[in-house]
């Protein structure tokens, strides 16, 4: 019996696009050609901002460096932020409908840039969960199983009683090596109140 419900946050209850923040960058580049950033495929320096090994003034000037920008801060950050859509309709009123029966938490890579630009609009939404994870702050990052192992202890939750929600196939596979059930949103399986209700039975 699921007790525990674990939550990506991007792709899953807020909306982002990455193509958008690839395209504000190249923007930014003295040769927009060059810069060939695909970040799902997370470069070092991407993973190691959300890990918080590397400040948001290092991550700036990492860019610039990288890309041939000389773009201020202010400009910096709003081709990064870029990608940060909205909320998802649906997300809170899911939530809400959990909150009395499941123990519910957000497990999200996200960066500093990232969660002070969304800070304010996701209050509510933060606050209807128990506890939000985010791996800049506890030095991990998903798919890394240590996140996951994590999250179980601090939340005193077992792999046989929780449920793990992300829309990456890298992100799912490691729950599941660790006896975790899980929850993988596409397209053809986009995550609703109706098609989670089923899975909880």
């Known amino acids: ?3 525990t419900i674990i939550f ?3 792709g899953v209850l807020y909306r982002i696009n990455h193509e958008r923040t690839r395209e504000a960058l190249a923007a930014l580049a003295v040769t927009p ?3 060939l950033l695909k970040l799902e495929a997370q470069a070092d320096v991407f993973s190691n901002y959300e890990s918080g090994k590397l400040t948001s003034a290092e991550f700036r000037d990492s860019l610039r460096t ?3 920008m000389t773009a201020s801060d202010e400009h910096t950050d709003h081709a990064w932020n870029d990608m940060l859509g909205c909320i998802f309709p649906y997300s809170i009123d899911l939530i809400q409908s959990l909150n009395n029966r499941y123990k519910l938490y957000i497990l999200s890579n996200i960066n500093d840039i990232h969660f002070k630009a969304i800070e304010q609009e996701c209050a509510a939404l933060f606050g209807a969960f128990d506890e939000c994870f985010f ?3 506890i030095g991990m990052r998903k798919p890394n199983t240590d996140i996951y192992r994590h999250v179980l202890q601090a939340t005193n939750s077992t792999p046989e009683t929780t449920l793990f929600i992300d829309d990456a196939p890298q992100n799912i596979l490691a729950p599941q090596l660790l006896g975790i059930a899980t929850y993988h949103v596409t397209p053809e399986h986009p995550l609703t109140t109706e098609r989670l209700h089923a899975v909880l039975g």
């Open 135 to 137: 791996s800049y702050i």
């Open 8 to 10: 990506d946050l991007g």
């Open 1 to 3: 019996m699921i007790k």
């Open 33 to 35: 050609e060059a810069v």
């Open 66 to 68: 990288s890309y041939g």
